[in-house]
């Protein structure tokens, strides 16, 4: 099972919106309803942004929302802050083999 | 407050065995899947394995099948990897995480496991 794909970097000027994309297959991505979405600090803990496509945890600031089409999923971070500037990955349970598949990252910075 | 700790990883010998815990607190552990993520250093994060509420159900990435087994004990509130037949590949921090892709997910702090002679 291979690494969903996301883009290595983005970024933004503060105030900016910025979207990553998770390509995954019609396996994955495709099929689930369970595709989420973690940031990242250096040192830290994954810390999950949305779940469930485009559901958002509470406490998560609502400038963060995701969306899927296909294979793809997306996240767009609106109103870019010094804060968002972390490491994003996707994640999706793959319906086929019953496992979990996560994104190959994404560094975001603000500009 | 929920809180999930792992247990000190360390260095071992390729070939070697290591027996990762979690303990959990703050929230009713038996009534939750559980899970653990591994990250190696300056790399992305993949998803080892997977255990369900009573420890009846087990899932694992094709990488550690055969290799690690993931257990729990309800009672003691705690999460167990027993990693045998370590490989420098397997080099990585390892997260125990709860529910890690719901809206009530949590993860621990991670703890560093490094194969090496």
């Known amino acids: 099972q291979s690494a969903l794909t996301q883009p290595p970097s983005a970024s933004g000027s503060p105030g900016q919106s910025v979207t990553i994309s998770c390509t995954g297959t019609s396996g994955d991505v495709g099929v689930s309803k369970y595709v989420s979405w973690y940031q990242q600090h250096p040192g830290k803990a994954p810390k999950v942004m949305i779940y469930e496509v485009n559901k958002r945890p509470s406490g998560v600031p609502d400038r963060f929302s995701g969306s899927k089409s296909g294979n793809t999923a997306s996240l767009t971070v609106s109103g870019l802050q010094a804060e968002d500037e972390a490491e994003y990955f996707c994640s999706s349970y793959a319906v086929s083999s019953d496992i979990y598949v996560f994104g190959t990252g994404t560094k975001v910075t603000v500009l | ?117």
């Open chain 2, 1 to 117: 407050e929920v809180q999930l700790v792992e247990s000190e990883g360390g260095l071992v010998q390729p070939g070697g065995s290591v027996r990762l815990s979690c303990a959990a607190s703050g929230f009713s552990f038996s009534n939750h899947w559980m899970h653990w993520v591994r990250q190696a250093p300056g790399k992305g994060l993949v998803w080892v394995s997977r255990i369900n509420r009573d420890g009846s159900m087990t899932g694992y990435v094709d990488s550690v099948k055969g290799r690690f087994t993931v257990s729990r004990d309800n009672a003691k509130n705690t999460l167990y990897l027993q990693m045998n037949s370590l490989r420098a590949e397997d080099t990585a921090m390892y997260y125990c995480a709860r529910d890690f892709d719901s809206g009530d997910g949590h993860w621990g702090q991670g703890t560093l496991v490094t194969v090496s002679s």
